[in-house]
């Protein structure tokens, strides 16, 4: 039977036609008879009921029978009175699920199937190249194939699903094809193959719970493969003709292409950071990051677009997951960051998109800053400058330049033995060379000025929202006033006008007692979480008595709740008690809380211990540096802090 013929019979109608001037039901089947056939039955029956002669009352009672269903409770009635009903006959009905079962056959994976996804892109490719060749003047001949052909990539996004199979591509030869896609002159097409590649990396497709490693290892493989075929090449060169600033229909289509593929470079890090770092360099990933975060297609403001705030975040991913991308990054990535961060020095971010894009910034920053590079490089382009300029203003920067004054001033790991303070000072000097300049240069540009304000009231202003949402700003605080103070040669100048914040001055009277309260404010309360910690864990105070790895797991546990903080803390009150009414108002304040001298030394203790500890799992081991250390005064600690 053809097909077609069936959609040509006719259809009985399942309504009721009643006609008031013969007062009865006209040819059509009973109530009885269209319930027993399935249909529903609806109102229109009752009011059709209600047309027979009066004294048909066995006829009226069974029409409001046969509207119950078998819960008791009466079938609704829809807007059209009509009833419920597909219309079709059960011939037809067949047909539909017939065509509905082959669909699902289409759609179940397996190798022969993805044989099948195969061979239709071959096929359509070859037919879209084809037509494009033969009309090339007359692009409406080869819409249809074109359509045909992103079909095509469509359905191989089913292999998301089971990525066992996306080794049949491989095999088949199929990804030549799909890399060259990637070029066709269709940006769409392009779009298309991004788009699929990003689905198949995507960390859901390798990462389900259940899963072992084997789904990643086979997405790897693929990715390897694509790799041989200079895809990431074929995906920097449609990065760089996608045209996000055009003013036209194709501008939001190549916005969504800029999007892909920078989702698929976050897949790749997720995946691989071997993988991501060939992709960034094969695709020449840096130099159009360079050229993209600072350029906004706001034309009318400085507000950060969708895209260029995506730049900055992938930018942020790359420097913190790959010290070799942060070796190529070099010094113009440092230069246009910092450019970046100079327009919010009187600019807050406007929005939760540009909020987001300033603190990939600052980031990147801080990534950049760390390298063995980086702390000139940050001097050389006047990064200390911009904190102090951003510190000045009241605007959101002012708090989260801390976050990069900290990273400039933290200086490398120290490598010399604890209980060798002649050897640990050279060497202190020759490692510490960068961050001691930029120690300099920010007292000597006023930084300490607004660094003490922030001490007092970090969260003033316009920035109070942001202070609550970021409590840790105070331990920015705190760890840049005690690198300062150990980055200064004691004696300096520079060193003095640190100290000169907590002694009394005729300028400025009250101002050292404030600083201090403020200390040991911080100080007591650090010490009280990492109590608590200590309590929560069930040990007690001292460290060798425990196991390696119990010491290891509770010292990282006191770390979160606050340990470097207030050993930072100790430091600072270590410098400041070398004079005579800061040690008192320090000492005062410090027994009314419950705390002393002698704890703090021992904390200053653990601290110099752990300072010179390779691994966490050996603070323990460290016998002979504790005994010398035990019977050191604060003042002679302060040469190896």
Request: glycine fraction near 4%; aromatic fraction near 6%.
């Amino acid at each position: 039977m053809d097909i077609n013929d069936i959609f040509k019979e006719t259809v009985k109608s399942t309504t009721l036609n009643v006609s008031k001037s013969k007062r009865k039901i006209a040819a059509a089947p009973s109530l009885r008879e269209l319930k027993d056939g399935g249909y529903g039955v609806s109102d229109q029956a009752e009011l059709s009921s209600k047309h027979v002669r009066s004294d048909d009352s066995d006829m009226k009672e069974s029409s409001r029978d046969n509207m119950v269903d078998a819960h008791g409770e009466e079938e609704e009635e829809d807007e059209d009175g009509r009833f419920f009903s597909d219309g079709l006959t059960a011939e037809e009905k067949g047909v539909m699920t017939w065509v509905d079962h082959m669909e699902e056959i289409e759609d179940t994976l397996d190798t022969a199937a993805v044989q099948r996804l195969v061979v239709r892109l071959e096929r359509a490719t070859s037919k879209n190249t084809e037509d494009r060749i033969t009309y090339a003047q007359s692009p409406e001949n080869f819409v249809e194939s074109e359509a045909e052909l992103d079909e095509a990539i469509q359905r191989l996004l089913l292999l998301a699903s089971d990525v066992q199979y996306l080794r049949v591509l491989d095999e088949l030869e199929a990804l030549p094809t799909l890399v060259g896609l990637v070029a066709h002159e269709n940006a769409d097409i392009a779009l298309d193959v991004i788009q699929l590649v990003a689905e198949l990396t995507a960390e859901d497709s390798w990462s389900q719970e259940g899963e072992s490693q084997e789904e990643r290892a086979m997405v790897m493989t693929f990715v390897a493969a694509m790799a041989r075929c200079e895809f990431f090449e074929a995906l920097g060169q449609n990065l760089r003709r996608l045209n996000e600033d055009a003013e036209s229909s194709e501008a939001e289509a190549d916005r969504q292409g800029v999007f892909q593929t920078l989702t698929l470079v976050e897949n790749l890090v997720s995946l691989d950071v071997t993988l991501a770092e060939k992709a960034v360099k094969a695709m020449g990933l840096l130099e159009w990051l360079l050229d993209r975060i600072p350029k906004s297609l706001n034309r009318d403001s400085v507000q950060a677009d969708s895209n260029q705030q995506y730049a900055a975040e992938i930018t942020s991913i790359l420097l913190q997951t790959s010290p070799e991308i942060c070796r190529h990054a070099g010094s113009s990535f440092m230069d246009a960051l910092l450019q970046c961060l100079a327009k919010y020095c009187k600019h807050s971010p406007e929005d939760d998109i540009e909020m987001e894009y300033l603190e990939n910034i600052i980031n990147s920053i801080c990534m950049l800053v760390v390298m063995p590079d980086g702390k000139q490089q940050f001097l050389d382009h006047e990064g200390v400058e911009l904190l102090v300029i951003l510190q000045k203003q009241k605007q959101v920067g002012r708090l989260l330049s801390l976050k990069i004054l900290d990273h400039a001033l933290s200086p490398p790991p120290p490598l010399s033995a604890v209980n060798d303070s002649v050897a640990q000072k050279k060497d202190g000097h020759n490692r510490d060379k960068e961050a001691r300049a930029i120690a300099k240069r920010y007292i000597d540009r006023m930084g300490l000025k607004y660094l003490f304000s922030m001490l007092e009231n970090p969260g003033k202003g316009g920035m109070k929202k942001l202070y609550k949402k970021h409590p840790e700003f105070d331990e920015r605080i705190v760890s840049c006033i005690a690198w300062l103070l150990r980055l200064t040669e004691m004696g300096a100048p520079a060193h003095w006008r640190v100290l000169a914040k907590f002694v009394p001055s005729t300028m400025d009277p009250s101002g050292w007692k404030s600083h201090i309260d403020r200390i040991v404010q911080l100080n007591v309360a650090y010490s009280e979480r990492v109590r608590e910690a200590e309590e929560l864990s069930g040990h007690g105070g001292d460290l060798s008595d425990e196991e390696d790895d119990g010491v290891t797991e509770r010292y990282l546990k006191r770390m979160e709740a606050g340990l470097f903080s207030l050993q930072m803390t100790d430091i600072i009150i270590a410098f400041i008690s070398e004079e005579g009414q800061a040690r008192d108002r320090i000492y005062r304040h410090l027994n009314r809380k419950g705390r002393d001298t002698a704890t703090v030394r021992d904390e200053l203790i653990e601290y110099l211990i752990s300072k010179q500890t390779a691994i966490l799992g050996s603070v323990g081991d460290n016998t002979n540096a504790n005994n010398t250390l035990k019977d050191l005064s604060i003042p002679e600690m302060l040469p190896m802090l």
